[in-house]
């Protein structure tokens, strides 16, 4: 997605007539609704899109990609902007909400969803079925675009990467050719399409594999900060003990605003969330191994039903203007743990909001079937994923990140999920050489004139 020419250089003529063919929607620089159409769910990108498209169906997403090869302008999807990273100039920005088709098969343990599906209501879907799928912990999380960009879920210590779950996938390619693509009849696509971003075509639908899941377990403990080094060590030695239980291991800073309890406003604390997929009982066991090394000052843990995951993670959902950074880090023990607590602590003074380490390890490591995805097995011990939110002038991001980059650095690890890059991240910083050659060909074959874009190029 690096156009650097903006609409005023094409031929716009193509896209004037669109408006007319399509069922859904179409806006211009200047219509009405196009500023509140092209803001990101990351406030802190401005992004200016030469159009932006609601298709209503297939049909119109194929008129889009044409309608844009012959303007010369680029086409990128964008559900909701979580990852959006630069100004999209020379750009159809398609928002994809109305595919928003919903299918359970139980018996197969399918789930369907078209690509306007957030994870909230994929969840929902599955109240009572006792299978579960590889979301994320926020509900307005896209699930095509968590799927394409690796995924890691809370389940995915158990069942691996959501990446992996992707039984098909259909597209729009550059050509206009409305595709179904599976391991069967196009395996090199579908292996690109599990980690390699929306680089490939335009989705419309995916399909991804379900799993047991019909007793739950978890949610958030909060411990004080004089606390945190021995509290995160003892989580890091969970995660090593109990390869299937999911944790988030990390510190946050509370804001110091009214809507926050009095005695956690401007407060840092550690933080520790937990999804265990079995009985109440074996999952408070693992919560109490925490508990005997300091007394938390919040306790949220509880049974849960799948439809209820987003309000066990308690994510912040609204629109927000964030910078980010993500890493791949390890050892996961003391000495890292106390060095953690330290740089979040410095970064914290500079406007830092929250870091966290989410344990690999278990089914994301396992070697079997690792082939058919981009990413492969991942043998990184843990995620780093820190954000700082944009609330003045006043708060320099860089210097915010500044200490944690500067622990990644000394604690590096092998292995990356795409979904925890920061912005402004290519594919070259989760692959090596060998899979972003293999990717390249991939593209080429599929769109050699670079008509697709992706929040990730490949370098």
Wanted: proline letters at 6%; aromatic letters at 4%.
């Amino acid at each position: 997605m690096t156009a650097s020419h903006d609409s005023a250089s094409h031929d716009l003529a193509p896209i004037e007539r669109l408006r007319a063919e399509l069922r859904g929607a179409l806006l211009l620089p200047g219509d009405d609704g196009y500023d509140a159409a092209r803001a990101p769910w990351n406030l802190s990108v401005e992004q200016r899109p030469a159009a932006i498209a609601e298709p209503a169906d297939v049909d119109d997403v194929r008129a889009i990609v044409l309608a844009a090869r012959d303007a010369g302008l680029g086409v990128t999807t964008q559900p909701n902007g979580h990852g959006a990273s630069d100004g999209l100039d020379g750009v159809v920005l398609v928002r994809p909400r109305r595919l928003d088709e919903l299918h359970v098969d139980v018996e197969a343990r399918v789930l369907r969803a078209g690509a306007g599906v957030n994870w909230g209501r994929a969840l929902a879907a599955l109240e009572g079925t006792g299978l579960i799928g590889l979301a994320g912990s926020n509900p307005e999380v896209n699930v095509v675009a968590l799927a394409i960009a690796g995924g890691q879920s809370m389940f995915s210590r158990r069942y691996g990467l959501t990446a992996r779950s992707i039984i098909a996938v259909e597209l729009v390619d550059a050509a206009g050719e409305v595709r179904r693509v599976t391991d069967a009849d196009d395996g090199e696509l579908l292996w690109a399409l599990r980690g390699g971003g929306g680089l490939f075509g335009v989705i419309t639908a995916i399909e991804l594999a379900l799993h047991p899941g019909d007793a739950l377990y978890g949610g958030g403990l909060v411990f004080p900060a004089e606390s945190a080094t021995d509290v995160l060590s003892a989580a890091f030695s969970l995660a090593r003990d109990e390869p299937e239980l999911g944790l988030d291991i990390g510190m946050m800073r509370f804001p110091d605003a009214p809507v926050f309890p009095p005695h956690l406003r401007g407060r840092v604390v550690a933080t520790v969330g937990l999804v265990h997929v079995g009985d109440e009982a074996t999952g408070q066991a693992f919560a109490d191994r925490l508990v005997a090394v300091a007394e938390p000052i919040a306790n949220a843990l509880t049974a849960f039903t799948i439809g209820e995951l987003a309000a066990v993670a308690a994510e912040p959902v609204d629109p927000m203007p964030t910078a980010d950074f993500g890493a791949a880090v390890g050892p996961l023990d003391h000495d890292f743990a106390r060095d953690f607590v330290e740089a979040f602590v410095r970064g914290a003074d500079r406007g830092l909001t929250r870091c966290s380490i989410r344990a690999m390890g278990g089914a994301i490591a396992d070697e079997l079937g690792a082939e058919l995805s981009v990413i492969g097995a991942v043998h990184a011990p843990g995620l780093l994923s820190s954000g700082v939110l944009l609330l003045g002038p006043s708060v320099d991001p860089e210097a915010a990140l500044a200490p944690l980059r500067e622990l990644a650095a000394r604690y590096p690890a092998e292995g990356m999920v795409p979904s925890f890059l920061g912005a402004r991240t290519s594919l070259a910083d989760a692959y090596g050489p060998e899979v972003l050659e293999r990717l390249e060909a991939v593209k080429q074959r599929l769109d050699p004139d670079g008509l697709i874009r992706s929040n990730r190029p490949l370098r």
